[in-house]
């Protein structure tokens, strides 16, 4: 029991319970708050109708980087009109596809519906969006699980390529049936989003970073608050144990839910780093692939979720833009120092940095030299043929 000890100590209680009874209930932490739009935007998925107008017309003028870009991609394999869709029951993913019983054909197949998808809308010349759909049918109708180590990851993968394409060709194309439609978003919900909803604590971060895309793409198809806001919040906790600022204290922070918190613990999960700077990674010193493909993903979920009508870039600018910037750097051949992963850093960061740029330095108006740099000697910027195709098509110098 606590005693009062004065008359001045009651009152003090009384005003503090009365404030506490007429104050407003405030809002929920960020990380759990509801987010999800009232009306979803369709297309809505990385890229929205305003971005695929800008590019038909730049394409069709044919001005730079744009045209180049779609001849690439009219070019590639997974444009091929000729293509014959691989579907399986189980897709059975070991640790770097092995074994690999059709992991490669459901990423390569996504990736083509999406490929056929956006070849349609700058092109409109109906046989793709006809490929693209013949490709969703096929899998859609066949498709039950995915097993072995990696499936959570294979699962990220293909379920980040199936709702840009679906999204494109549903509300932009008449000749999707509705059962082929409803086939489709049954597999998504009951296939696909089970094995990312939950995320992934323990694992590096591309994993769980490459699911919320996946997840966030697909609560967009069905248009599942829910699923939406779980997506989102768990990008919110994860992005600042992926990505490294100084303002986060002396080491960086751990996943949310790890159990990962000490320095020992940290510096073990960061690959033996133990000097932390403004945009290391926690892969930087695995390699610079594995890295971009958490860049990447990291940017897709903000893009898909601007065009919903929620902007996370300003809460990441400052970890993407200080990230891209430094792998950018070394990824154009600056001296690696000796603090850094010993020296000695595996290079090939991918085709991964037009959407953050485009956000970060065209919309945003933040200067990124090296960022800019490297995109610019990169393009047109093909596809990684696991989630990430034809970024400088879709996102070059796009305002929308």
């Not at 600022?245 to 990962?260: M, N, R």
């Not at 932390?276 to 940017?299: I, K, N, W």
């Amino acid at each position: 029991m606590v005693r009062l000890r004065s008359r001045g100590n009651l009152l003090s209680l009384a005003l503090a319970l009365v404030v506490a009874l007429i104050a407003p209930v405030s809002s929920p932490p960020a990380a759990t708050a509801r987010t999800a739009p009232a009306a979803f935007t369709h297309p809505g998925v990385l890229v929205s109708r305003a971005q695929l107008d800008f590019v038909r017309a730049k394409v069709n003028a044919g001005a730079q980087p744009w045209k180049g870009a779609y001849d690439q991609m009219i070019a590639s394999p997974l444009a091929s009109l000729s293509r014959t869709p691989k579907p399986r029951a189980v897709v059975e993913c070991g640790s770097y596809s092995n074994p690999n019983y059709g992991c490669t054909d459901e990423r390569q197949d996504a990736l083509a519906a999406y490929t056929a998808a956006l070849a349609w809308y700058i092109s409109r010349d109906s046989r793709y969006a006809e490929k693209a759909i013949q490709i969703m049918d096929a899998w859609s109708a066949v498709i039950t699980d995915h097993t072995n180590s990696n499936a959570p990851l294979q699962t990220g993968w293909a379920g980040s390529s199936w709702p840009r394409a679906a999204e494109i060709i549903r509300y932009t194309y008449t000749g999707w049936s509705a059962t082929g439609v409803n086939r489709f978003a049954t597999m998504l919900r009951n296939v696909y989003l089970p094995e990312i909803i939950n995320g992934s604590t323990r694992t590096n971060g591309n994993w769980e970073l490459s699911m919320m895309d996946a997840a966030i793409g697909i609560a967009v198809f069905l248009e599942d608050r829910a699923a939406y806001d779980k997506a989102v919040s768990t990008f919110r906790a994860r992005v600042p144990a992926y990505i490294y600022l100084t303002g986060d204290g002396a080491f960086p922070k751990g996943p949310a839910g790890s159990g990962i918190d000490t320095r020992a613990e940290v510096v073990d999960y960061w690959q033996g780093q133990d000097t932390f700077v403004d945009g290391l990674s926690q892969e930087t010193c695995r390699d610079f692939t594995h890295t971009g493909y958490g860049l990447a993903a990291t940017a897709h979920i903000a893009e898909t979720a601007r065009i919903q009508g929620q902007d996370l870039y300003p809460e990441i600018a400052d970890r993407l833009r200080h990230a891209l910037g430094l792998h950018a750097k070394y990824q154009l051949g600056a001296a690696v120092p000796s603090w850094l992963c010993g020296g000695s850093l595996a290079l090939g960061l991918g085709p991964v940095t037009e959407v953050g740029f485009n956000a970060l330095h065209n919309r945003m108006g933040i200067a990124m030299t090296n960022t800019q740099a490297l995109t610019e000697r990169q393009r047109p910027a093909g596809s990684n043929n696991l989630f990430v195709a034809w970024e400088t098509l879709t996102h070059a110098g796009n305002p929308n």
